[in-house]
């Protein structure tokens, strides 16, 4: 039966030549033995499997006499009788410089070539003595293997060091990838984790390439008086893609709710209630006392006079620290605000002595 060279590269029959280079591109990179190190045996095989199907289909002439005859049909000079030569005297030689295989004049069928060949050929990069088994010396896009200079390859397959000499070749220039992919996670923290700064440490998991999975451990350094919004990026800490880049994770700040503080902008809110009568008569000796996010105690004065609903009494310096480099001010406020406590009922006598005063 022989391969089915359509289905290695995932694609239809009736594949352009576009839908064949972009499928040949995407299996190349997959199944590149220097990005399976964990399985080398079998990414050799798919990767010389992926490239020679991707040489036949390339090639309108070759592509013709695969779709007739088929893999063994192609090799075996196409399915003809012994001595016969179905493709003419012209369509000899490979579409990839350095070719080792012939149609014509007595070739004996189709031979693939060194799929280094075809990998530095399609991903351009003037190579020269070739890939050398994809080891040192190979310098793809302005320097160093694109898999991080890993030694290895393809052992005594041919296009090596010392493999045979190679002619020229023509560089062709590979499309640009999509930029990397960025996921977006919360960062919940808690007023009096803002206030002090610390480190949280998250444990994530992540899928790799190769359909395994990772765990992994962040860091995250938060400052004193971070804002709800602030954004924290981890380059590559998340999901590799079939390129084998990792995503970009990014933190951002949310604040947990409290249960007696909020915050506006750099200031700490709380408030405090007073009775009307208080609120009236007023006491100017008269202290609250407010526990603050790092359990300090802290004495505010009641305000001088009649207090008002939402009537703010300010602290100076017991707020947020204020991270902006151009702020004169370094520290927000404690800010209170006073709730005024009216009373639900009256009795008459109550009414009429109001009445009295006020009216």
Known sequence: MGQDYYKLLGIDKSASQDEIKKAYRKAALKWHPDRNKDNIATAEKKFKEVSEAFEVLSDDNKRTVYDQ?????????????????????GTGGGAFPGASFGFGGGGGGFQASDPNDIFSHIFGGGMGGGMGGMGGGADMFGGGSPFGGASGGFGGMPGGPGGRRRGPQRQESS???????????????????????????????????????????????????????????????????????????????????????TREDDDLVVRLNINLLDALVGNNEGTREVEHLDGRKIKVALPKGIITPNQETRVAGEGFPITRKDSVKKVGDLVVKWNVHFPRTLSDSQKDGLKKILG
């Open 175 to 261: 499309a640009p990838l999509e930029p990397v992919a960025e996921i977006t996670r919360p960062l919940a923290l808690t007023l009096e984790e803002i206030y002090k700064g610390g480190t949280k440490r998250l444990k994530i998991t992540r899928k790799l390439r190769n359909g395994s999975e990772e765990g992994k451990v962040l860091e995250i350094a938060y400052k004193a008086g971070w804002k709800k919004g602030t954004k924290v990026k981890f380059q590559g800490a998340g999901h590799e893609d079939e390129h084998g880049r990792g995503q970009t994770i990014v933190f951002v700040v949310e604040e947990k709710p409290h249960g007696r503080f």
């Open 69 to 89: 005859y088929g893999e063994e049909g192609l090799k075996a000079n196409g399915g003809a009788g012994p001595g016969a030569n179905p493709f003419g005297a």
